[in-house]
């Protein structure tokens, strides 16, 4: 399976400008990292949302934003989740995403701690992995394999914080990333 693939998306700029508007309170309050939205109300504020799903097949079972000021550390996500969609929503000239590769060998002699979520997950931290793949400049939607590990980094933004929406489905399109 591929680490990601960008995705075309006619009405971007709508669904971004959308999703920013439906967070600029969460982005006013500073917060950072993870913070979880409502899909349901999500979806009902952006139908164009909705439609690039259904476009695609899917069906989406969560939704959140990442609001990064700084860096987001190599990691992995915790299974069930493969397959996740990300889109742009602000300022992500400046930054790049990156995937890893790891071999099962060294996956399996990893410590298991909880995220902060409650969730099982390996402990990469502090591993010499090489580059896979990145994207700099996030510009387009894309599909990607969070199970393989990923950061992103601030390289030069002009602006912050950098905002991407992201998206679990509950039929997971991994088929986008044969």
Not at 3 to 17: E, N, Q, V
Not at 138 to 165: C, G, T, W, Y
Request: charged share 20%; glycine share 2%; net charge negative.
């Amino acid at each position: 399976m591929k680490a990601y693939t960008t995705l075309t998306c006619d009405s971007l700029d709508t669904i971004s400008s959308k999703i920013l508007e439906f967070v600029s309170a969460d982005i006013a309050d500073k917060k950072t990292g993870w913070v979880f939205l409502d899909i349901k109300q999500l979806l009902k504020s952006i139908p164009e949302l909705g439609n690039f799903f259904c476009q695609h097949k899917l069906h989406p079972m969560d939704a959140a934003v990442t609001i990064l000021y700084d860096d987001l550390t190599t990691h992995m996500d915790t299974l069930p989740v493969v397959a996740k969609i990300n889109f742009p929503v602000a300022n992500t000239q400046g930054w790049v995403n990156r995937w890893y590769h790891i071999d099962q060998t060294t996956l399996d002699t990893c410590p298991r701690l909880i995220d902060h979520l409650g969730f099982p997950k390996e402990d990469i931290t502090g591993l010499d992995l090489e580059l896979l793949a990145e994207i700099p400049n996030m510009d387009q939607p894309i599909v990607f394999n969070s199970r393989i590990p990923h950061s992103v980094n601030k390289i030069n933004p002009e602006q912050l914080p950098r905002v991407i929406a992201s998206f679990t489905f509950r039929n997971q399109p991994t088929h986008l990333l044969a």
